[in-house]
């Protein structure tokens, strides 16, 4: 197991029903390990994306993240979410390290059976870690497991609030000025209203350029950091401050390394990576006499 840049074609087994046992009890049966950079924007909707894994509660796993030396608000929104949770360790880099640095500074605080890896700006199908997991349960001898991936694409908008008004259903409406930012390249005036969705602060009404678009930043604050988000937008009344949209277009069809055999997956790597590092699933165990199986590059060092 010298390389774990492999994969393996599963046989049709019927899944198993729940999840494997934890080899090394009371320890977690998963470690997310998530390296985090200036990542303010995505990360806790990474993080929701864990939580919201099917078929695995609370207690079966830990959260591993690494701040490298972020330089927005990431790091105060990641202090906040640990203190919260008793399942999360945050480890800060006291230097820029990379993502394979902080990937290595972080597997020695991971004690699962298995770890999963996964970027700040990405986000688990609900399903993925039960499946792998019954994968790896099936086929012991299998040490890395990828998964396919559904890039989606974002793009950022920019307004200024004119005035705000607060409806009884806890929406408010606003007067808003689209101003100029990225692709973005006329000043309108827009009706929009402003509501909560799921732990989110989206345009649920306005034009089509803006409908759907949720509150990254409201004047210097990352919506994260917001107490009160309609409070926020009242202090940028007047065009006293800038509120940041964030667009999201649909996720496009899964795509994934199409070579199985080893022989086929070595001749393709020039080309294409066999396992997307964002989406594997590593067997902690086999990796513990060679220490981590993230080697720092040699510019990292």
């Not at 049709?12 to 390990?33: E, F, Q």
């Not at 608000?73 to 902080?102: C, M, P, Y």
């Not at 986000?123 to 396919?148: C, I, N, W, Y």
């Not at 929009?192 to 306005?206: D, L, M, N, Q, Y």
Request: proline share 7%; glycine share 6%.
């Amino acid at each position: 197991r010298d390389c774990y840049l492999s994969s393996a074609r599963a046989p049709a087994i019927p899944p198993s029903v729940g999840l494997p046992k934890s080899m090394s009890p009371p320890a977690p049966l998963v470690s997310w390990l998530v390296p985090v950079r200036n990542a303010e924007r995505f990360v806790l909707h990474c993080l929701a994306s864990i939580d919201a894994q099917a078929g695995v509660p609370p207690g079966c796993f830990q959260i591993v993240l690494v701040d490298d030396c972020s330089e927005d608000s990431t790091l105060t929104i990641l202090r906040r979410f640990a203190a919260e949770r008793s399942d999360v360790k945050l480890i800060e880099n006291s230097q820029q390290l990379g993502v394979a640095g902080s990937l290595a500074e972080g597997w020695a605080h991971c004690s699962g059976d298995f770890v999963a890896r996964l970027d700040a700006d990405d986000e688990a199908e609900p399903s993925r870690l039960l499946e792998q997991l019954r994968f790896m349960d099936q086929h012991k001898t299998v040490s890395v497991l990828g998964a396919s991936v559904r890039p989606f694409w974002t793009e950022l908008r920019k307004v200024t609030i004119e005035r705000t008004v607060k409806k009884d259903d806890g929406k408010v409406s606003a007067v808003a000025w689209r101003e100029f930012h990225g692709n973005q390249t006329t000043r309108q005036r827009e009706q929009v209203v402003f509501c909560e969705r799921g732990s989110k602060v989206v345009i649920a009404e306005g034009p089509a350029e803006l409908r759907g678009c949720s509150v990254v930043r409201i004047g210097d604050e990352p919506i994260a950091l917001v107490k009160d988000w309609r409070v926020a937008l009242d202090a940028v009344e007047g065009g006293l401050g800038e509120v940041l949209l964030e667009r999201r277009d649909p996720a496009e069809p899964p795509s994934a390394c199409r070579a199985l055999h080893p022989l086929l997956v070595r001749a393709t790597l020039p080309f294409e990576e066999p396992v997307v590092a964002t989406t594997a699933l590593l067997r902690r165990g086999d990796f513990l006499q060679g220490g981590s199986p993230f080697p720092r590059e040699e510019a990292e060092a």
